[in-house]
């Protein structure tokens, strides 16, 4: 499996969450006045967004940890190929 693909494509998906999140903020900002339900959405908003951003921190982490990972496989068996090649 491919979970640096995996990432990538979760990553896709967040930063369109993020950009319609900012499309109903700057609504939300433009109305002169917000009744209580707009109010409360915003609040969500704010939420999620909270939500992902220690989301991408996680992915962060454990991309890195997946990344070294697989330099290291790469790694071994490049040295494999040249102690059969010699």
């Not at 640096?4 to 609504?27: D, H, M, P």
Request: charged share 35%; hydrophobic share 40%; no cysteine.
């Amino acid at each position: 499996m491919d979970y640096l693909e995996v990432f990538r494509e979760r990553i896709v998906l967040l930063r369109a969450e993020i950009a319609q999140i900012q499309e109903s903020n700057e609504r939300y900002r433009l109305q002169s006045r917000n009744d209580l339900e707009a109010q409360v959405a915003h609040g969500k908003r704010l939420q999620r967004l909270l939500a992902i951003q220690r989301e991408l921190a996680q992915l962060a982490g454990v991309g890195s940890r997946v990344r070294s990972i697989e330099d290291k496989k790469r790694q071994r068996s490049r040295l494999f190929l040249l102690k059969e090649a010699s």
